[in-house]
């Protein structure tokens, strides 16, 4: 019988390739994933992701929603409330952090029920909210009535020069279904693009645009032309979301997610327009140093926010009737364009 014997230093490689196997192996089993719609969390935030917690971008936000249903799921979603209630519901579990959800406003309750019946598990973690605000681009005579209501928009000097929401609900609701001023604004609008639009505005092109505060507040700081305000009568709200899909992934990273409600991470989070849903008290101590321009920006007065409205999800009556009611209020063609 013949015997192998193998060198001590060949052994020694085996081994430690042996262990550098096993190591690799055991950071595949425990990887995280957050997936996420680019530009929808905070850079600042993001950086603080522990191990073995990973974030993985996407440029559509329909990806984001498919991702929970593909095999193997991710352990986190970020997602805006009107599409976290596309979230097959056996797709999602408890999110967790009881504690957490504790501290947040009445307001955001039911957002982290996606909308569901009082006393249902939060499965949401509803991390900022923001008002859809207008932004107005030298126009400062429009500021006085643009600080009491949304029928600035229909002002004749912005006809054709206002950018509106991609989303005929949010339209809908400036005006709060009224069907001759939704009518009137369709008329105006030069473009339906809250994402992009907002290009236009810079360069010119529109005067007016509607869109979500957090993507405001960047810009205020280094473009004296332009102006933000919530009217007076206040605003549909636009929600960031983190939701847990069923997954084997671990729980989520709870000291993480509550260092949003802390400084130094959550003064950084408002100096960039995003605002979590806190008791009043607590963001007007934060908001102290701020211009007061801004703070009034990123915590309007009570009476103004209570006037603030979510937009849970519709039933298929109410689906059908707003429909019926966008295509009623199409503008009718200008003279000379074909129909």
Not at 282 to 293: C, I, K, N, V, Y
Request: glycine share 6%; proline share 12%; net charge positive.
């Amino acid at each position: 019988m013949t015997s192998t014997v193998f060198p001590r230093r060949q052994v020694l490689r085996f081994v430690a390739a042996l262990g550098l196997g096993l190591l690799a192996g055991c950071r595949r089993q425990t990887r995280a994933e957050l997936v996420a719609h680019r530009g929808d969390l905070p850079k600042a935030w993001v950086a603080q992701l522990p191990a073995p917690w990973q974030p993985r971008w996407l440029e559509d936000p329909a990806a984001v929603v498919a991702s929970a249903s593909q095999s193997p799921s991710p352990g986190l979603l970020q997602c805006l409330d009107g599409w976290a209630t596309t979230v097959p519901a056996n797709r999602l579990q408890p999110f967790g952090g009881a504690a957490l959800l504790a501290r947040l406003e009445a307001v955001a309750q039911p957002v982290s029920r996606l909308f569901g019946p009082e006393g249902s598990a939060a499965v949401a973690f509803p991390w900022a909210c923001s008002p859809w605000v207008l932004l107005l681009r030298r126009r400062d005579d429009l500021v006085p009535q643009a600080s009491e209501d949304w029928d600035v928009l229909l002002d004749p000097s912005l006809k054709g020069g206002v950018v509106l929401p991609s989303s005929p609900r949010v339209v809908i609701d400036l005006v709060q279904g009224d069907p001759a001023k939704l009518r009137r604004l369709r008329a105006q609008a030069l473009a339906y693009d809250d994402r992009d639009g907002l290009n236009l505005l810079l360069t010119g092109v529109a005067a007016a645009a509607v869109v979500p505060r957090h993507r405001v507040v960047p810009l205020l700081r280094r473009d004296p032309r332009l102006r933000a305000l919530l009217p007076a009568t206040g605003a549909p709200l636009s929600w960031n979301l983190l939701l847990r899909p069923v997954s084997e992934q671990p729980a989520p990273p709870l000291d993480w997610l509550g260092a949003i409600f802390e400084p130094p991470l959550l003064s950084q989070l408002l100096a960039a327009g995003w605002v979590p849903p806190l008791p009043r008290g607590l963001l007007e101590a934060r908001l102290q140093t701020f211009p007061a321009s801004m703070a009034h920006l990123l915590l309007p007065p009570p009476a103004v926010w209570q006037r603030c409205r979510s937009l849970p999800p519709l039933t298929a009556q109410q689906q059908e009737s707003l429909q019926d009611l966008w295509w009623q209020t199409t503008p009718d063609p200008a003279p000379g364009k074909a129909s």
